[in-house]
């Protein structure tokens, strides 16, 4: 496993992230307590949950026990590393607002959470905590104030924006350099893919020109990006969170980039995780494997360097998408 700095905090993160949003239903528990197993044993020491990971009704499927029987992705992923909670970065974030109208980014919301996540966790600090999503009801000045107390008083490292577009990124660190803050950001989490290019218009550039890491989600596009067995299933891509299926368009593109794979003797996880791990700021990408072997065969790209003459074939396929 290959590692890289996150942001300007010296810690070294690995370079592939293991995703727990749908912990508790695909993987279910106790195969997600195995697939964290196989993450630890091969290398991988980065996690990212967050508090309203796998137990809420956005994650509901049939053949799987409704949101308020099962246990949340923290709950699970605390139990999955007792004893070896030194060994990792630990990831959490708050803030999404669609299941509770008290959510956001207040001081009050945030400190109960944090609260709650480290019950959840079975830990004493959270290595990484990101905003979920902007909070258009309370001023980042105030959200960046709790962040900072909440490190003063150990109970968080690093903080980092997720869904944040690039001006507020930009601002956050204007506010925490103007307030002499501790919680300067450090990450900025988003939605980044071959098949979604939007944080290379400004986040990309924001990031680079100011040293902050870009930890993509959904980088193979819901497995469409990693095997085109993927549409044979009843639930994939968007689907797995209430969104919609893959587009004709989305398609064709999948269908070219196995081509190149096949081409060069490598697999599709392969060949699209090392593309976006190429990509400027990127510090690690988020998978979301639903089984120890998916997530071995994500693993092996952070082995994998594709040539110039490699990425400009693959960044080829997507050019159309970049505005």
């Keep these: 496993m290959n590692y890289s700095v996150l942001g300007p905090t010296g810690v070294r993160v690995s370079r592939i992230c293991v995703g727990t949003a749908a912990f508790g239903v695909a993987p279910l528990g106790e195969e997600a307590e195995a697939v964290v197993g196989a993450a630890l044993d091969l290398g991988i020491n980065f996690f990212d949950t967050a ?31 007792v004893g070896r909670r030194d060994e990792v970065v630990l990831a959490s974030k708050s803030g999404e607002r669609r299941f509770d109208p008290d959510a956001g980014l207040s001081r009050r919301y945030v400190i109960g959470q944090v609260e709650q996540s480290l019950r959840r966790l079975r830990t004493d600090r959270i290595d990484l905590y990101y905003a979920h999503f902007p909070d258009p009801h309370t001023p980042l000045e105030q ?29 956050a660190l204007w506010i925490a350099d103007d307030r002499r803050l501790v919680s300067t950001p450090v990450a900025a989490q988003v939605m980044y893919s071959l098949l979604d290019r939007s944080a290379e218009v400004e986040l990309a550039a924001a990031c680079v020109r100011f040293g902050i890491s870009i930890v993509p989600y ?18 994939s891509g968007g689907q797995r969170y209430g969104g919609a299926g893959f587009t004709d368009a989305e398609i064709t593109v999948a269908r070219d980039l196995d081509r190149l794979a096949r081409q060069w003797g490598l697999t599709m996880p392969q060949v699209s995780l090392a593309w976006l791990l190429s990509r400027p700021a990127v510090a690690s990408v988020i998978v979301g494997a639903e089984t120890a072997a998916e997530l071995q065969a994500n ?24 505005p």
């Design 299 to 322: 693993a092996s790209a952070a082995d994998v360097e594709l040539t110039p003459e490699q990425l400009d074939a693959v960044s080829a396929l997507t050019a159309h998408l970049v």
């Design 51 to 81: 508090n309203v990971y796998g137990s809420t009704s956005t994650f509901d499927r049939p053949g799987v026990p409704p949101a308020a029987e099962r246990e949340s992705a923290e709950e699970i992923l605390g139990r999955a590393l």
């Design 143 to 171: 959200t960046l104030a709790v962040y900072d107390d909440l490190i003063r008083a150990g109970k968080l490292r690093y903080v980092a924006l997720s869904n944040h577009p690039a001006w507020q990124v930009t601002q």
């Design 218 to 235: 959904a980088p193979l596009h819901g497995g469409l990006l990693a095997d085109l067995a993927v549409l044979d299933r009843d639930i």
